[in-house]
């Protein structure tokens, strides 16, 4: 892990000045003149073409390697081995009926990976304690959950009382002291998708705790930081001469091949207008450069290009004549939007590398700390692109 995550460190150092700057405000990278053949490629991609690459990472590399020789490199290095289910688990229909389907599936894929439990659960963020039921259920453990939300806190008591389960849910911020001191050496702590500091703080307590077994998938690496730049966890990160920020974390979750279509669609539209301001901006202020606007409704799609530009030049403290070419502009942010989305191609290719080297960081802080570990996908990204699970022990603890 140390090498692979060595590999990975040099290469996103070494090409930096690609994937950090973004198509959608850096109309013409630099990296255009140094690949003309990957550039030419890239616009020959249809629509289709385009979704179906940036929603496979693999894929995404094959087929730009030709053009582009490190995706060969990248690829080769962000292939975590899929998971042999290590048990099938029969969910229960009072479980069942209480649980969107895609999250259902995902946290049986999950239990799957998780195999044997054997010791007393703590759910990390548990939210309506769906993961730690079916745990608890199957295994005949007891279960305990954290979570900051009083109303899920109540739902997911309700629905342990309805299901007869001794499972329960305190209300609790896992950012605070406090949240340690409910973990020890006996427990098995599980998280499936807690966010950034979220799962942070889980493998800080564990560590302090001695927590016995850890299995947890992080999500949303940028999210509840409370610094600027990423702090690395291990020793061996913290010596890297990487630093990323948020940007650059936001970088590592940005698929979105699970968004239903017509989110899709409508989060392309307004990607198209956002690129047709930029460029009516551009020319209002004389000034050609981007200039940074706040995350926008979709419901603002519900009215004209033009009523889209007044209302965005408002936010922004600019004066617009209404009486400007908005049509000129809108077309010039459909042609905007074609080489965008094929431009990003390129820094996708490193979204899957950056999320590797975040999750060896993590891996390599728990080796330092006594624990063996395993790094497994445990479903399809289809089902979701954060299906990185993470499975340690303590030294001298039995592997299932």
Request: charged share 25%; with cysteine.
């Amino acid at each position: 892990m140390q090498k692979t995550f060595g590999q990975l460190n040099q290469l996103l150092i070494n090409y930096a000045d690609i994937w950090r700057v973004s198509p959608f405000s850096t109309p013409k990278p630099l990296w255009l003149d140094q690949y003309p053949a990957l550039q030419e490629w890239l616009l020959t991609l249809t629509e289709d073409e385009v979704d179906r690459l940036q929603g496979d990472d693999s894929l995404l590399c094959q087929q730009i390697a030709p053009y582009f020789p490190v995706a060969q490199d990248i690829r080769s290095l962000i292939q975590f081995p899929f998971c042999e289910s290590k048990k099938s688990i029969a969910r229960s229909y009072a479980w069942q009926r209480d649980v969107p389907g895609r999250k259902a599936e995902q946290i049986e894929a999950f239990a799957a990976a998780t195999g044997e439990v054997s010791n007393p659960l703590i759910e990390w963020c548990s939210g309506k304690l769906h993961l730690g039921r079916y745990l608890a259920e199957q295994f005949n453990v007891p279960v305990l959950g954290l979570e900051i939300n009083n109303s899920l806190v109540q739902q997911a008591n309700q629905l342990a009382q309805r299901m007869n389960s001794d499972a329960r849910v305190e209300q609790c911020d896992v950012l605070s002291e406090g949240a340690v001191s409910r973990l020890n050496d006996q427990h098995h702590a599980i998280a499936l998708h807690a966010c950034g500091g979220l799962h942070v703080s889980l493998l800080e307590g564990c560590v302090e705790q001695r927590v016995k077994r850890i299995t947890f998938a992080p999500c949303c690496y940028h999210r509840f930081n409370q610094r600027a730049i990423y702090q690395p966890m291990s020793v061996i990160a913290k010596n890297s001469a990487l630093t990323l920020d948020g940007d650059d974390l936001r970088s590592a979750v940005r698929q979105s091949n699970t968004a239903a279509e017509r989110e899709r669609v409508k989060r392309k539209k307004l990607q198209r207008w956002r690129l047709g301001f930029d460029l009516l901006q551009r020319d209002v202020r004389a000034v050609d450069e981007y200039l940074p606007v706040p995350s926008l409704s979709v419901k603002l799609l519900d009215g004209t290009f033009r009523d889209f530009c007044l209302h965005v030049a408002d936010i922004k403290g600019l004066t617009i004549s209404k009486d400007l070419d908005f049509e000129e502009y809108e077309v010039s942010g459909e042609k905007r939007f074609y080489e965008y989305s094929r431009y990003e191609l390129v820094r996708m290719t490193f979204r899957r590398a950056l999320e590797c080297w975040l999750v060896l960081d993590r891996v390599m802080y728990l080796e330092e700390h006594g624990y063996r570990c395993s790094i497994s996908q445990f479903c399809d990204a289809a089902l979701t692109p954060r299906n990185v699970l993470i499975d340690a022990f303590r030294h001298g603890e039995n592997k299932h």
